[in-house]
């Protein structure tokens, strides 16, 4: 991303295994409600929370993360975890970006009211807040009340439509035989289908 002088970013990481609708509409959401520049959406390498499951190979899952968002101006794609070997710590990402980016660009990683409770468990937590501002989505069945106080007061909380979609519940429909129309990009549906992929869950 060129140009970080002044720039106000959302960060976005997640598995994208598949990315669907409910990732790009959260990810609007908050770049309209927190008047963001850009919504930078970064596929994790390999994940450590996720490590006990066999995911897609980073490239096909890079590919359809570009595809969701190419029509979209305020969205980017970036490859930092893919390019970096090792397991894909959110800490690692922000200070690498904070290092091409210098103080130039405000930060704010987004997550979900599921990974804000599970923030004690992250590497160099304390790192991720001096980094970046933190942005909470709102999730369905999470009570904000269980994030540990003092995290809780460094978090902004953002709602945002609640969609009941889920990358694992796509997985699971494409194994029997369903369809995934509209709750993924009809490119990104496309590649799935082209390649096969999910068919062997």
């Keep these: 991303m060129n140009g970080a002088e002044g720039l106000t970013v959302g960060i976005l990481g997640g598995t994208f295994d598949p990315v669907h609708i409910g990732h790009l509409i959260v990810a609007e959401e908050i770049r309209v409600r927190c ?27 890079w590919e359809m993360v570009c ?7 305020y969205f980017e794609a970036s490859a930092i975890e893919i390019e970096r070997t090792g397991l894909s ?9 904070r290092g091409i980016w210098d103080q130039k660009a405000q930060m704010s990683l987004i997550i979900g009211t599921d990974e804000a409770i599970d923030v004690p468990t992250w590497k160099q937590p304390e790192r991720v807040f001096d980094l970046s501002a933190v ?10 009340n269980t994030i540990e106080l003092r995290w809780r007061k460094m978090m902004k909380f953002v709602r945002v439509p609640q969609i009941e979609v889920s990358s694992t519940a796509i997985r699971r429909r494409i194994v029997e ?15 799935i289908r082209d390649r096969g992929l999910y068919l062997d869950r």
Excluded: C, M, W
């Design 67 to 73: 595809l969701a968002i190419q029509d979209n101006p």
């Design 135 to 144: 942005l909470v989505a709102n999730r369905p069945g999470f009570d904000i």
């Design 35 to 61: 008047n963001l520049q850009k919504i930078l959406f970064i596929p994790s390498a390999h994940p450590p929370h996720k490590a006990a499951r066999e995911i897609t190979p980073p490239q096909l899952r």
């Design 89 to 97: 710590y959110t800490v690692d990402t922000l200070a690498q970006l």
């Design 177 to 191: 035989g369903k369809s995934i129309r509209y709750l993924v990009p009809r490119p990104v549906e496309e590649f």
